[in-house]
């Protein structure tokens, strides 16, 4: 899941910054608020946790990979990998994202969505364990289609080219410099507004961003997890802010009406914490109550909620993805 998703660029409203208290939050009390915030800092049992969830996450993406089919529903393909998630021992790290053609990124079903797979269909799963997240993506041809056959190819060698590069002290702009090249030389474009992302215990984004084309930035990879994540499309290479997407973050406690509304904002404390969820999850946990409740916390500003991610152009859209540790002398890549 992208810098732009979840924290940053474009995923995040203007001028609006995290306003979490590390020391509220249950899922990260046994974590020193500098050590979730600080990428060098991995401890070794952290590192373990880290590579459990990319076994996971592996097994997850070919579980996946197995039950797609055209036309199935969004919803019944987002409940089964997020319940084999759980069954191996994860923890969802987010929604799972299910992506239909030219809508990049953001788009999870809603606990009653009829929407089927069609076209070219991104997949983005997160996993983590003890807070440990392991981040990956791939993208389906659902409809036998040469052009998104082509952009999936260009998706996967741009991730193999970032992977091949990403070390300790390189610049990031060299990264992304790789990314580019190796979709541009398929004829098509990266999305420049969508990036890869650091990663650290209880946080998708933190620190430094990946860009998927060379953007000038020096910043230097420090030691670290880091997910590299190459969007491509034969659209404009930008994307835009369309409808509500479901997915939401916990900002900030703040007084609400309603005890439902407040249990609920006790739960997402307690269960999600810093990361991502959604409201499908919060429906099945309080019954269709919780929309409402949802939207009185929405207007508080205790939660805030993420639109879909849409190519400007409407082209289509591929999407790969994987997580590394970056150590001082070496890069392990988890998810591979």
Not at 80 to 92: A, H, N, R, V, Y
Not at 138 to 154: G, T
Not at 233 to 261: H, W
């Amino acid at each position: 899941m992208t810098e732009k998703q979840y924290g940053g660029e474009t995923g995040r409203k203007k001028g609006k910054v995290t306003k979490i208290n590390a020391n509220e939050i249950s899922l990260a009390q046994k974590v020193k608020k500098e050590e979730m915030l600080e990428g060098e800092i991995i401890r070794q049992e952290d590192v373990l946790s880290y590579k459990e969830a990319g076994k996971i996450a592996i097994e997850v993406r070919n579980f996946a990979k197995e039950i797609i089919r055209p036309g199935m529903k969004l919803l019944g393909i987002a409940e089964q990998i997020e319940s084999k998630i759980m069954e191996l021992g994860g923890k969802p790290a987010f929604p799972v994202n299910l992506s239909i053609n030219e809508i990049a990124a953001h788009y999870t079903p809603g606990f009653n969505d009829e929407t089927l797979a069609s076209g070219i269909l991104k997949v983005d799963i997160g996993v983590h364990v003890n807070g440990c997240i392991a981040d990956t993506a791939f993208s389906l041809d659902l409809e036998n289609n040469e052009e998104n056959k082509k952009l999936i190819e260009a998706s996967e060698q741009a991730l193999a080219k970032g992977l091949e590069k990403i070390r300790y002290g390189i610049e990031v702009r060299e990264i992304g410099k790789e990314i580019q090249e190796a979709i541009v030389s398929n004829g098509f474009s990266p999305i420049r507004n969508l990036t890869g992302h650091q990663v650290t215990k209880y946080f998708l984004h933190a620190g430094i961003s990946i860009p998927n084309y060379d953007n000038g930035n020096n910043t230097k990879i420090n030691k670290g997890v880091y997910a590299i994540e190459p969007f491509v499309t034969n659209g404009q290479g930008i994307v835009y802010e369309s409808k509500p997407s479901g997915i939401y973050i916990f900002r900030e406690r703040k007084g609400v009406r309603g005890k439902l509304a407040k249990d609920m904002m006790d739960y997402i404390l307690e269960e999600y914490g810093t990361l991502p969820f959604c409201s499908r999850w919060l429906i099945k946990k309080f019954g269709t109550r919780a929309t409402l409740a949802l939207k009185l916390l929405e207007q508080a500003g205790a939660v805030e909620q993420y639109n879909t991610l849409v190519e400007k152009g409407r082209g289509k859209v591929s999407q790969a993805e994987h997580t590394a540790i970056v150590f001082e002398d070496n890069v392990e890549i988890i998810t591979r």
